[in-house]
């Protein structure tokens, strides 16, 4: 019933921007942490960048100062906004989100979305 949309992801150049979008619906009663992780050819998926509720973020040593996270909570929205792109940039970006389905839930639940791609090339 949770479902992670992302969008924003396409071609650009390097040095150029791009912004991510993902939005979570559902039935969903509160969402704790969510964040971006990446997933290059031949390699692991790797976290990106994470915002609390709250709104305190973590990045990637590899991205910081380049790429911003942030969250839009009445809108159960994360974005992350990507600059100074280079091509070890390239890859399947991946919405993840830690959530709390209902008020008498004891636990919260891992969810992901579908994944855009992001190809930084000339």
């Known amino acids: 019933q949770v479902q992670l949309v992302e969008s924003g992801g396409g071609l650009v150049q390097p040095g150029g921007s791009l912004r991510l979008s993902c939005v979570a619906s559902?039935?969903?009663?509160?969402?704790?942490?969510m964040g971006w992780y990446r997933q290059a050819p031949g390699k692991q998926r790797e976290l990106v960048a994470a915002?609390?509720?709250?709104?305190?973020?973590n990045y990637a040593d590899s991205v910081k100062g380049r790429f911003t996270i942030s969250r839009d909570n009445a809108k159960n929205t994360v974005y992350l906004q990507m600059s100074s792109l280079k091509p070890e940039d390239t890859a399947v970006y991946y919405c993840?989100?830690?959530?709390?389905?209902?008020?008498?839930?004891?636990?919260?639940?891992?969810?992901w979305g579908q994944g855009t791609q992001v190809t930084v090339s000339s």
């Open positions: 915002i609390t509720s709250g709104g305190s973020a």
């Open positions: 559902g039935s969903i009663f509160s969402i704790n942490t």
């Open positions: 993840n989100a830690v959530l709390k389905r209902t008020y008498s839930s004891n636990t919260y639940s891992n969810y």
